[in-house]
């Protein structure tokens, strides 16, 4: 069977294969079904691009990342300082720590997300300080309400041996499955388009095949006849 890519989206065989295909669809009678070649429905390719795009939103971590302890560093180191202590109350001393060190912060969006208060952060103090006497990574440890607990990715191996324990906003899996969606959809576009083109109907029994020209001429009247 030749190829022929003039005109890759309406068909990928040559006009001698598009007839031979048509001769085998009309003589087999399998057991009676009958299947005309129509295009696959508009609101299909739709629901399964929808469908792949939906995949990747739901799955990719920039929604719902979990707190690290490195977020809440920089709040832990300033909420003693005099500048802080000097506020009158926890509300003050709060918001003094969102707006000029959280707002500064390289973890601002997270902050933003998972906001904490001067309660939360006396409870995190000593957890953070004793993680950072084992000079461990506070990115690869979660906040969990009143605990600090290694997160649960696995990712490479640092030089040092230590396992990168941290949520990527892109992994390898994705790109794994870029490249599967991509087969996928060029292997059902290729079977698809190997067919003859949907302006070819096969003839079911005694029915006579139209010709492109037939067709044309009855879409022509029909569009007349919507309008009348």
Not at 68 to 93: F, K
Not at 151 to 175: C, H, I, K, M
Not at 189 to 203: D, E, F
Request: charge should be negative; aromatic fraction near 8%.
């Amino acid at each position: 069977m030749a190829w022929r890519f003039d005109n890759p989206l309406r068909t990928l065989a040559d006009d001698e294969s598009n007839k031979t295909a048509m001769e085998i669809w009309e003589s087999e009678s399998l057991g009676g079904i009958t299947e005309n070649n129509n295009r696959l429905p508009q609101p299909v390719v739709y629901l399964l691009v929808l469908t792949i795009i939906s995949a990747y939103l739901i799955t990719f971590p920039l929604w719902g990342q979990r707190p690290t302890a490195a977020i809440y560093q920089e709040y832990v180191a300033a909420m003693d300082s005099p500048e802080v202590q000097a506020l009158p109350n926890d509300q003050a001393r709060m918001d003094y720590l969102v707006k000029e060190v959280g707002a500064k912060s390289k973890y601002k969006t997270q902050l933003i997300q998972h906001p904490v208060e001067m309660d939360d952060l006396r409870v995190l103090k000593p957890l953070i300080a004793d993680l950072q006497a084992k000079s461990a990574i506070l990115d690869d440890y979660t906040v969990l309400g009143n605990r600090i607990v290694l997160a649960n990715f696995e990712g490479n191996l640092r030089s040092d041996g230590t396992q990168v324990r941290q949520q990527p906003w892109w992994d390898q899996g994705y790109t794994i499955d870029i490249f599967y969606v991509i087969y996928f959809c060029l292997a059902v576009m290729i079977v698809v388009k190997r067919l003859p083109p949907n302006t070819v109907q096969p003839r079911h029994g005694s029915e006579r095949m139209l010709s492109d020209a037939e067709i044309a001429e009855l879409s022509v009247h029909g569009q007349k006849r919507r309008v009348a």
